[in-house]
């Protein structure tokens, strides 16, 4: 198989993250998702951009309760990946354009991919 | 000024098969503001990663959704590949290629139904799904599942199709291509479709991209996108060009995925003129230790896998982007300006997958 | 003009049959690779639990002391990876779809496989295994 692709990820401190998003803006990426991963009491946090494939990522790294700030006004589509990321994770964003407020995603449990939720998942194979 | 009202529409509503719901914010019969909220199925899938071995999630990943359900399990394998450094076979590839655009015949197919439905054009909607029935006999008979083909794993496919079975489906492509034909005749000339869709939801092209619109609804207008073109399983070879049209109105998001359907009769017809001889698949040891973003062009958009192995059997983390969730944004900004019984039209016209969307 | 588009269409639909066909009466079109169910053979099975390992959905459960094979069909997703990967060809794939039930049954076969006699080794080759 050959990808006609490229993917870099580079890591991005908190206070230089909307800098960052607003350089890729200018250099005409869009931004494809945002997505989180826990780590094990910490969030790492993908902002992935493309441009004619060629595929960014910036990686930011926050704690459980650190608050980030929204890239909406930067990416107006922002929204729907932010919402999410609160209310699944649990990540405080602060600053979206259209905030839900936790209502985007309705879950029975709030938070549910929360690292500080842990256990009582009942799998027999595993 | 007109009186504001605000009208709820979804999550029940007969043009949605699925579950999403909109506040529409009306000035008499207009629509000013539009409001989504999903989350009435999210089933956490994602999550459910951590409690299966990566060879067994190709079966859960297909699950995502029943439409692109073989391009969920492609778009997975690729990315667990990617990370073991596997080298799939080249068959592998060309029979992935075909069950593909098989995949986006019957999702294309399935949407043009929908549309028409949506536009109250009853027969049209029953023709479009006449033919789709073909397209899932072949599919049954190649894969044993009509929608779930679950033939696609971790180092190459499951399953293979025989010389006497792939020359019956390249002879029957001319009269399905010559009956597709007939019914995108009807939707790109036809007089009365016409006047219903353009200049309705309409979305610019620099809007569009900026808005991070996937698949067709970006294509329609006018951003060339598509993720085939990097070549991945045989596209590479097969070589390909997106179909784009820009005006940016759903007529041109109806016009790409009917052209779509032609290129995809095509790219069949020329996989299986092209097929490889060789093994269907590699195999697969050890247990997948980094990351990859996998991308795979779906009939909607492009869909991400973020995979991330640790070692194990289990990954720690799958992190699924789905087109629909990347075109709720460009579908709340198509939507102020429309009538309101224009509104399940341009709902429609982003052919939203909710189960995909909440995986 | 473009708006008889769906005449020629109309036309043919009307002098052909109907595309449907009168399921139940007429059964579902079925081809030979359909994954409908999983038959098991309790008469092989040599409980090496395989099947019960590689199920996704956990429908395939197997007690190897009470010699016990069950599995749940509400659970099962007829993936046939089960048939894949059994090693003795105790399991199977029928093209025809299980039945709708009413309840919620586990079924339940208990294996009748019986290990073959082994001709008796000497008694210097068993010290030398062990």
């Known amino acids: 198989m050959t990808v006609n692709e490229e993917q870099t990820t580079i890591g991005v401190a908190l206070e230089d993250l909307t800098r960052e998003v607003k350089a890729l803006q200018t250099d005409g990426y869009r931004l494809v998702q945002i997505g989180c991963t826990d780590t094990g009491g910490a969030y790492e946090v993908n902002y992935s951009f493309d441009r004619g494939y060629q595929y960014r990522n910036l990686r930011l790294t926050v704690g459980p309760e650190t608050e980030v700030p929204s890239i909406s006004d930067i990416y107006w589509g922002a929204f729907v990946y932010e919402n999410e990321m609160h209310d699944l994770f649990g990540i405080p964003v602060n600053g979206i354009n259209i905030d839900f407020k936790g209502t985007f995603i309705k879950t029975a449990e709030k938070y549910p991919f929360s690292v500080t939720r842990r256990g009582g998942d009942q799998c027999r194979n595993a | 000024m007109p009186e504001r009202i605000i009208v709820p529409f979804g999550p029940q ?52 959704c029943g439409i692109c359900s073989f391009m969920h399990a492609l778009c997975y394998s690729q990315g667990i590949e990617e990370i073991m450094k596997i080298e799939v076979p080249d068959r592998a590839h060309y029979l992935r290629t075909i069950w593909s655009e098989c995949s986006r015949l019957h999702s294309h197919l399935l949407w043009l139904g929908l549309f028409a439905d949506s536009m109250g054009f009853e027969n049209l909607f029953m023709r479009s799904w006449q033919l789709r029935e073909s397209v899932l006999d072949v599919l049954e008979d190649t894969t044993g599942g009509r929608v779930i083909q679950g033939t696609c794993k971790v180092g190459g496919v499951r399953r293979d199709i025989g010389a006497e079975k792939l020359a019956e489906m390249h002879r029957a492509l001319d009269p399905f291509e010559a009956q597709c034909r007939d019914l995108g005749d009807v939707f790109l000339n036809d007089e009365t479709v016409k006047y219903r869709l353009q200049g309705l939801g309409v979305i610019s092209k620099d809007e569009a991209y900026a808005l991070g619109a996937a698949g067709p609804t970006a294509r329609g207008s006018g951003v060339a996108m598509d993720h085939r073109e990097t070549g991945y399983a045989a596209y590479g070879d097969l070589g390909f060009k997106p179909v784009v049209e820009t005006a940016g109105d759903c007529y041109a998001r109806c016009a790409v995925r009917v052209k779509e359907v032609y290129a995809s009769i095509d790219l069949i017809r020329r996989a299986i003129s092209e097929m490889p001889e060789g093994s269907l698949d590699v195999k697969v040891k050890g247990a997948p230790d980094g990351e990859y973003f996998s991308r795979v062009e779906q009939p909607r958009g492009e869909v991400v896998h973020y995979l991330r192995g640790n070692g194990t059997k289990h990954l720690a983390r799958a992190r699924i982007r789905t087109p629909t969730l990347a075109n709720i944004p460009p579908l709340v900004k198509m939507l102020p300006g429309a009538q309101l019984a224009d509104v399940p039209v341009v709902v429609l016209s982003i052919d939203p997958c909710i189960s995909c969307t909440e995986r | 003009m473009g708006i008889f588009q ?91 779809y299980f039945s709708p039930v009413v309840e919620h049954v586990v079924e339940r076969y208990t294996i009748t496989y019986v290990k073959p006699e082994k001709p008796a080794k000497k008694p210097a080759d068993e010290s030398a295994g062990a």
């Open chain 2, 13 to 64: 509503h007969p043009v949605l098969p699925e579950p999403i719901h909109l506040d529409l914010v009306l000035e008499d019969e207009t629509v000013v503001e539009a409001v989504p909220s999903i989350g009435y199925i999210h089933r956490g899938l994602e999550r459910l990663i951590e409690k299966r071995e990566y060879t067994e999630y190709v079966y859960v990943a297909e699950r995502i």
């Open chain 3, 6 to 96: 769906m005449t020629k269409t109309v036309l043919r639909n009307l002098a052909g049959g109907p595309a449907t066909r009168q399921y139940p009466a007429v059964p579902a079109r079925t081809g030979p690779l359909t994954r409908g169910h999983v038959v098991f053979d309790p008469a092989t099975c040599r409980s090496c639990s395989l099947c019960s390992k590689r199920c996704p959905c956990e429908a395939i459960r197997l007690d190897k002391e009470a010699k016990v094979w069950e599995i749940d069909r509400m659970r099962c997703i007829a993936c046939g990876d089960c048939v894949e990967s059994c090693p003795f060809g105790s399991l199977a794939m029928e093209p025809e």
